[in-house]
């Protein structure tokens, strides 16, 4: 009876081993996923691509000739506007994705995303951006399925199935969001080099011959040196301002690519390796990545 007993509770020991070692193994699959989860700075730097009609017309002159300007960015704004759901719920069905997927590979590994709610309706595709027919199909085969795996997680253990049922979908919509990021680029750089021409087209009106009558006359309207000095001094200050903060957009949009990068090549690695995610080169892989995703999240803080 004694021998049975130290056996049974020998079996018992070993059993609670092999089950925490099987948690221990997905630790980094948990960990790479809650990270990644926020797909650190896509939203904010697709809130900031959303607002840079709005700061060109702002900086924009009052002056008859630029009116064809003012007239197709008003233009673009109306159909970015059409945009914007479909922008957001492609950030919304991925992180929706990778957080039931941190919650299915260790229980209350992740809290669930408030924005599951939000996971509703379709997107269209938007060829300026570079999103496609492919990623419209990528996105309404996950979407319809986000907010099941958030509420089955805390039942669930099975990772394998939601990544070799979706995980080439999801791979499409990281692909998607990288495309977009790099459209946002662009679209801030083009913003920059705008505001730089109207700086340059408003010193050069400002520059122009002053009006020595109307100055000798006493005029309090007229532009005299020593305030048109002033007003390109005060312009100037503004234009550096505007100058820092469109670099730091820039800037946080190629940081937002590089995180999407991370996730897409971690992610690409467990679809890889989805019958073996306790394979130590894969864990040390996850693990690299998550480390990337903090230093990327370090750099967005600085700007």
């Known amino acids: 009876m004694k021998f049975l007993t130290c056996f049974t509770r020998r079996i018992s020991l070993l059993a609670c081993m092999l089950v925490v070692a099987a948690c221990a ?37 009052a002056s008859p000739d630029f009116a064809p300007i003012k007239t197709a ?24 994705y990778m957080a039931a997927l941190a919650n299915l590979a260790g229980e209350g590994a992740f809290d669930i995303s408030q924005e599951f709610d939000q996971v509703t309706g379709a997107i269209v595709a938007v060829p300026g951006l570079g999103l496609d027919t492919e990623h419209v199909k990528a996105y309404a085969s996950i979407a319809q399925r986000v907010t099941s795996w958030a509420l089955a ?26 495309t977009v990021t790099d459209a946002y680029q662009v679209e801030l750089k083009n913003e920059q080099g705008r505001i730089a021409s109207f700086q340059q087209a408003r010193e050069f009106a400002w520059n ?20 048109r000095e002033a007003v390109i001094a005060w312009s100037r200050r ?34 890889r390796n989805v019958d073996h995610l306790s394979d130590k080169q894969l864990i040390a892989l996850l693990r690299k990545a998550t480390v990337d995703l903090m230093e990327v999240r370090a750099n967005l803080r600085k700007l």
């Open 208 to 227: 122009a011959d002053l009006s020595a009558e109307a100055a000798l006359a006493g005029d309090d309207r007229a532009i005299t040196i020593d305030r």
């Open 153 to 178: 997680a805390k039942q669930a253990h099975e990772v394998k199935s939601l990544v070799k049922e979706h995980g080439p979908a999801m791979d499409t919509l990281l692909q998607a969001m990288g």
């Open 73 to 96: 960015v008003q233009a673009h704004k109306q159909a970015v506007a059409q945009e914007q759901e479909s922008l957001f719920r492609l950030h919304n069905v991925a992180t929706g």
């Open 238 to 271: 503004g234009q550096a301002l505007r100058v820092k903060e469109q670099a730091g957009a820039i800037v946080a949009a190629q940081e937002a690519r590089s995180g999407i990068d991370i996730v897409r090549q971690g992610h690409a690695e467990m679809l």
């Open 25 to 61: 193994n997905l630790e980094a699959v948990r960990d790479f996923s809650a990270s990644s989860a926020s797909l650190t700075a896509y939203k904010d730097v697709t809130e900031r691509y959303l607002a840079s009609d709005d700061v060109v017309l702002a900086e924009l002159p």
